[in-house]
Nanobody
Framework: QVQVVESGGGLVQAGGSLRLSCTAS????????MGWFRQAPGKEREGVSC????????YYADSVKGRFTISRDNAQNTLYLQMNSLKPEDTAMYYC?????????????????????WGQGTQVTVSS
């Protein structure tokens, strides 16, 4: 049985940092590229970042470029998102998911029904 658990969220002041983790079990972790997504109240879920199976390639939403860094440790079946210089508009529930064999450059950020192994999410709240 596949289990995915996100953690590391919390309440932080603007300008602060958080590191999110996503730990998976019951699957072959490096079979899939992995992504971080977020959903704010009243808004659609959106892509934040995507990393290739090996961790060698990464993609970011324009809104987080230069502030967030995605990484993965395949030996530990864990995906990370280092978030620096946080802004109130980063407030959302953050989720990880497997996005398939690769992060497609033109479409990875669009949530697809083919994305799988969603966790329950971790809440990030940034106060101004």
């Amino acid at each position: 049985q596949v289990q995915v658990v996100e953690s590391g969220g919390g309440l932080v002041q603007a300008g602060g940092s958080l590191r999110l983790s996503c730990t998976a079990s019951g699957l072959t972790f490096d079979d899939d590229a992995m992504g971080w997504f977020r959903q704010a109240p009243g808004k659609e879920r959106e892509g934040v970042s995507c990393v290739s199976r090996s961790g060698g390639s990464a993609y970011y939403a324009d809104s987080v470029k230069g502030r967030f860094t995605i990484s993965r440790d395949n030996a530990q079946n864990t995906l990370y998102l280092q978030m620096n210089s946080l802004k109130p508009e980063d407030t959302a529930m953050y989720y990880c998911a497997a996005v398939g064999a690769a992060c497609h450059p033109d479409s990875w950020s669009i949530v697809s029904q083919d994305y799988r192994y969603w966790g329950q999410g971790t809440q990030v709240t940034v106060s101004s």
